[in-house]
């Protein structure tokens, strides 16, 4: 089956991965198509038949947005902590100013940037390169 996709953050050329069977985007990490077979779990015996259930099947998350739900909530925390230090300190340009700032920590999280610093430290430094 061929698949002809594009990343909606411009033409960026995907990678497929038959090991896990997504096909992500190169420069954004987004996943652009997923093949998954059933989202249900399923019970299996083990191998002499035994009668211990144990359960088999893979975790399925949302492929709506193309995150996984951990990566969405982050990026909700950054947003929020951006909007809190633009009423704190009283910045003016509204979303103007935050959604750039946004765009920045996004780039922070895939970059793995944000591990082992604190969320306002980071919002505050992509906070600082949107308003310049």
């Known amino acids: 089956m061929a698949l002809f996709l594009s990343c909606a953050n411009g033409n960026h050329r995907p990678t497929s991965s038959y090991a896990?069977?997504?096909?992500?985007?190169d420069v954004c990490g987004k996943v652009l198509h997923e093949d998954l077979y059933t989202d249900e779990p399923s019970f299996v015996k083990g191998a002499g038949g035994e009668a211990r259930s144990k359960l088999s099947g893979s975790v399925v998350r949302s492929?709506?947005?193309?995150?996984?739900?951990?990566?969405?909530?982050?990026?909700d925390k950054g947003r929020d902590m951006i909007e809190s230090i633009v009423t704190t300190f009283n910045i003016s340009g509204g979303d103007s100013i935050?959604?750039?700032?946004?765009?920045f920590y996004?780039?922070?999280?895939?970059?793995?940037?944000?591990r082992g610093r604190k969320t306002d430290q980071v919002a505050a430094a992509c906070l600082y390169i949107a308003c310049r």
Not at 20 to 25: D, E, P, R, S, T
Not at 63 to 75: A, D, K, M, V, W
């Open 20 to 25: 896990n069977g997504l096909v992500c985007c």
């Open 63 to 75: 492929i709506q947005s193309g995150y996984s739900e951990s990566f969405r909530r982050t990026l």
């Open 98 to 103: 935050v959604n750039p700032a946004c765009a």
């Open 106 to 114: 996004q780039i922070a999280v895939e970059r793995n940037f944000t």
